[in-house]
């Protein structure tokens, strides 16, 4: 399985980003997909995933209320929707594969929130 993240960028406080992660190869046989994000200096942490279907959605406390992960089976494509963001939000995010030992990633993308 192969993951392409895109959609990172500069944003200020309070705004708002959505990440893409496109996903190829052998996806059949993908239990689910999620995204981590790794802030400098700190170590990488789980943010959100979403089961194979999509009916069930599982997020971070820190990120819970504001992020929101879809979908979409038919393009084979995983979304982050972040809205209301903060500083502390600045991290490289990742998309990832199979839980729960989560053996695919994807490259990562930059999220900057300035303040």
């Known amino acids: 399985v192969q993951l392409q993240a895109s959609g990172g960028g500069l944003v200020q406080a309070g705004g708002s980003l959505r990440l893409s992660c496109a996903a190829s190869?052998?996806?059949?046989?993908?239990?689910?997909w999620g995204w981590f994000r790794q802030a400098p200096g700190k170590e990488r942490e789980y943010v959100a995933s979403?089961?194979?279907?999509?009916?069930?959605?599982f997020y971070a406390s820190s990120v819970k209320g504001r992020f929101t992960i879809s979908r979409d089976n038919a393009k084979n494509t995983v979304d982050l929707q972040m809205d209301s963001l903060k500083p502390e939000d600045t991290a490289t995010y990742y998309c990832?594969?199979?839980?729960?030992?989560?053996?695919?990633w994807g490259q990562g993308t930059q999220v900057t929130v300035s303040s």
């Open positions: 990832v594969a199979d839980p729960p030992t989560w053996d695919y």
């Open positions: 190869g052998r996806t059949f046989s993908v239990r689910g």
């Open positions: 979403i089961s194979r279907s999509g009916d069930s959605t």
